[in-house]
């Protein structure tokens, strides 16, 4: 199996601009979480999908934050307006429903001038 | 109140030896999972070990093993015969809550050194 495809794996852009975040899923997994890891707060969901439904959104920061999830073999995570503290590495990670074990995408490292 | 507590920044360990990596956690709920991940410097995310709260055993993957005690609400890994290519972050994560709502927490992490 491929694992969890994240795109890009960098980005740099101007405060300002929107930017997407891409996710493939693990093939069958069923739930899929977005991740924000900074130095200064760590590492935090944003939020979760289980069968395409955002189960617990409580993460995400702000509205210039949105994540959809249009089927299960593909989610985005758009942020519009960007800003400099949004600076961060965003991983996508995917799990099955009954299996603990969530597993990691290699994460997309966000660059906001 | 912290859900997931790392008391121990970094950590070091000379190789070939055992190190525990602490963890302790906030619940009241009955059902819930911990887990720890390593995140080498290269930034992925690799997936340890896990343990069931209802689990009786401590889980254990090869030289990883998971000290489960409930009582005290602590989740320690312990990694026997430390290897260089130990030498990374470690998160210890719960998750609670059950079905299909779950909440997820990660601790702020343990840098472990491990010397030649």
């Known amino acids: 199996d491929a694992g969890v495809i994240q795109s890009p794996r960098h980005e740099v852009t101007e405060m300002g601009q929107e930017v997407t975040l891409r996710c493939k899923p693990i093939s069958g997994h069923n739930s899929l979480f977005w991740y924000r890891q900074t130095m200064m707060r760590g590492l935090e969901l944003l939020i979760y999908f289980n069968n395409n439904v955002p189960i617990d959104d409580s993460g995400m920061p702000e509205d210039r934050f949105s994540a959809k999830m249009p089927n299960a073999s593909f989610s985005t995570l758009k942020i519009q307006p960007s800003e400099p503290r949004d600076s961060a590495v965003y991983f996508c990670?995917?799990?099955?429903?009954?299996?603990?074990?969530?597993?990691f995408g290699p994460g997309t490292r966000l660059l906001v001038l | 109140a912290q859900k997931i507590t790392q008391t121990q920044p970094g950590m070091f360990v000379q190789e070939k030896e055992a190190v525990t990596l602490d963890c302790t956690y906030d619940t009241s709920d009955p059902s819930y999972g911990l887990f720890w991940y390593k995140q080498p410097s290269s930034g992925e995310m690799i997936f340890l070990i896990y343990?069931?709260?209802?689990?009786?055993q401590n889980a254990t993957e090869g030289r990883y093993s998971l000290n489960f005690q409930k009582a005290r609400k602590s989740a320690n890994l312990v990694i026997s015969a430390s290897q260089l290519g130990d030498s990374a972050m470690y998160f210890c994560a719960m998750r609670e809550g059950r079905g299909n709502f779950n909440k997820f927490y990660f601790g702020s992490g343990t840098k472990l050194n491990v010397k030649p």
């Open positions: 990670a995917s799990s099955q429903t009954g299996e603990e074990t969530q597993y």
């Open positions: 343990q069931g709260s209802y689990d009786q």
